[in-house]
């Protein structure tokens, strides 16, 4: 099969579709250090059944959302269950964002469906439901095939071990991160948005209503006009223990001063299953 390049529909950002993208952007360390002169690929995400995951099956993580230092809603981290897709067992994840502000609402939900084994993207859902504007982009990812196809639009091209802005979170998790270190990473699910880099700034505690976490510190650059663009002042703040949960985000945006996200409870996995293993 020949595959063209075919562009995307792309759309403005806003609040909503920026706390979406918190899911990749904090995920962006998921890569191997690298020096000014050279990238490194990407470590293999495959593990052997001895290794936990810090996650799992009825794992929830919930956030406030503030805008201007003002609450404005919440959204939740969740691993539903795990199904089948093309016939691997599949972690699937639940991420939504609710709220809004005057006359703007927000109602957004990021499923993904990655591999149990690999944490490699299989299908990625996004729904976005913000003021009047409504849309759904349905993916259908084969990493055996580093293929990827848009309902609706030809099969692309994808990259190796794909992941997606859901996987992405969970596949950071797994991996240790080094103060002064910058990370980089050719592995998100569509190639022009490659690569993703992440320096890791510092380490500090920090006091969020779900308590009070030593933290590890990183600034995500990627290639977008929005929060996380080259220089711009985007901070995630991960807990400093393995599991590695997103506890809180900072961000500067043009009109509404600062975008903040903050862990508000924290419910761990059922107990692991041969079936997660």
């Not at 390049?5 to 952007?25: D, E, H, M, S, Y």
């Not at 059944?49 to 201007?68: C, I, M, N, Q």
């Not at 067992?89 to 609402?105: A, C, I, Q, R, W």
């Not at 961000?251 to 903050?262: E, N």
Request: hydrophobic letters at 40%; charged letters at 20%.
């Amino acid at each position: 099969m020949t595959m063209r390049a075919v562009r995307l529909p792309r759309r403005t950002a806003t609040i909503g579709a920026a706390l979406g993208a918190c899911a990749l952007i904090a995920a962006a360390a998921a890569a191997q250090p690298t020096s000014p002169a050279a990238t490194q690929p990407a470590p293999s995400a495959a593990r052997s059944d001895s290794t936990p995951r810090p996650f799992g099956v009825g794992e929830k993580l919930t956030y406030s959302v503030a805008v201007g230092g003002a609450k404005v809603g919440s959204g939740d981290m969740h691993i539903v269950g795990i199904d089948t897709v093309d016939g691997h067992p599949t972690y699937h994840s639940l991420f939504t964002v609710d709220g809004g502000f005057l006359m703007f609402k927000v109602h957004d939900v990021l499923e993904s469906w990655f591999d149990t084994a690999t944490l490699s993207s299989r299908r990625f859902v996004q729904k976005i439901h913000e003021v009047n504007y409504e849309k759904q982009r349905s993916y259908q990812i084969w990493p055996e095939k580093s293929q990827m196809q848009q309902q609706g639009y030809p099969v692309m091209p994808s990259v190796p071990n794909p992941l997606d802005d859901g996987s992405f979170l969970y596949f950071v998790r797994t991996l240790p991160l080094e103060v002064g270190k910058t990370y980089t990473f050719n592995r998100y699910f569509r190639p022009e948005k490659n690569p993703v880099i992440v320096k890791v700034l510092r380490k500090e505690r920090v006091t969020v209503p779900a308590g009070t976490f030593d933290a590890i510190v990183i600034q995500p650059i990627i290639k977008s006009q929005g929060l996380f663009s080259e220089g711009g002042e985007a901070e995630i703040w991960l807990s400093d223990d393995p599991r590695h949960i997103v506890v809180q985000m900072k961000a500067k945006v043009p009109v509404l001063r600062t975008l903040d996200l903050y862990l508000q409870s924290y419910q761990p996995p059922i107990t692991e299953t041969a079936e997660d293993r």
